[in-house]
């Protein structure tokens, strides 16, 4: 019976030793997969940093837009009169000449 007892607590030894090294090895595993999860956090992080960086400059771009628009049809205007005014003048003038020439 001792030899009995003594062969059973060997097994259990036995398996108690592999339970023991899968629980090293699931470990080993968990700290992997941690440090995983961890620099899979600090991506995303930057990500999103980044993600709100480039929104503000979309922003940013967008005003620049819309204040080169109002400053083009600011300048605009005032050419397109002057040009009208230029155009008066010429034509006064050619009508002159024209009237110059007729005498």
Known sequence: MTERIQHSMNEIRA???EIHNQLVQERIK????QAQ???MEERLQSAKHMENEQLAAI???KL???VAKN???EVSVP???RNEEQIDELVKEIEYCIGQLKK
């Open 15 to 17: 398996k108690a030793l």
């Open 30 to 33: 968990n700290q992997t997969l």
């Open 37 to 39: 999860i961890q620099e």
């Open 59 to 61: 922003d940013q771009l």
């Open 64 to 66: 620049d837009l819309d």
């Open 71 to 73: 400053q083009i049809v």
């Open 79 to 81: 050419q397109n009169g």
